[in-house]
């Protein structure tokens, strides 16, 4: 998850109180990955969603990403939802306090005694080979 603004955003939170100052652009699930996030870069210090500051909430996140363009605010964003926004300069990563990447953990469940394609053993082969 990433925290990301317009490319014309003149923030750059480094600290909980000028996180606090920002404003929030919020939508559907976003509580949850701002915990994720917040839990992230500042642990037990992690300011909790109901603090932040919005400047508007929509009900979708493609709307929400449309907000950010036109730098209505900052969101918590899944990466992969964003990656064309980074790239083509639309939007701007902030990578928060704890600048390691934010990643989950992954769990591979399969069904016994069920052969699976080859396509779908080389991506579970390339996640357990994976190491934090």
């Known amino acids: 998850y990433l925290l990301v603004g317009g490319a ?3 923030v750059e939170p480094e600290n909980r109180s000028e ?3 920002c404003r929030f652009v919020d939508y559907p699930g976003m509580n949850i990955l701002f915990d994720i996030w917040a839990g992230h870069h500042f ?3 992690a300011p909790p969603f109901r603090s932040l500051r919005m400047g508007g909430f929509i009900d979708s996140l493609h709307g929400a990403i449309i907000m950010l363009r036109h730098n209505m605010g900052l969101s918590i964003i899944p990466r992969h939802c964003v990656m ?3 790239r083509d300069g639309a939007l701007k990563e902030f990578p928060g ?3 390691r990447p934010l990643q989950n953990d992954v769990y591979i469940a399969t069904l016994a005694g069920i ?3 080859a396509r ?5 082969d390339v996640f357990r080979g994976m190491k934090r």
């Open 8 to 10: 014309r955003a003149h």
């Open 19 to 21: 996180l606090l100052g």
């Open 43 to 45: 642990g037990r210090k």
């Open 84 to 86: 064309d926004p980074l």
């Open 97 to 99: 306090p704890n600048k």
């Open 115 to 117: 052969a699976l394609p």
């Open 120 to 124: 779908i053993r080389a991506v579970i």
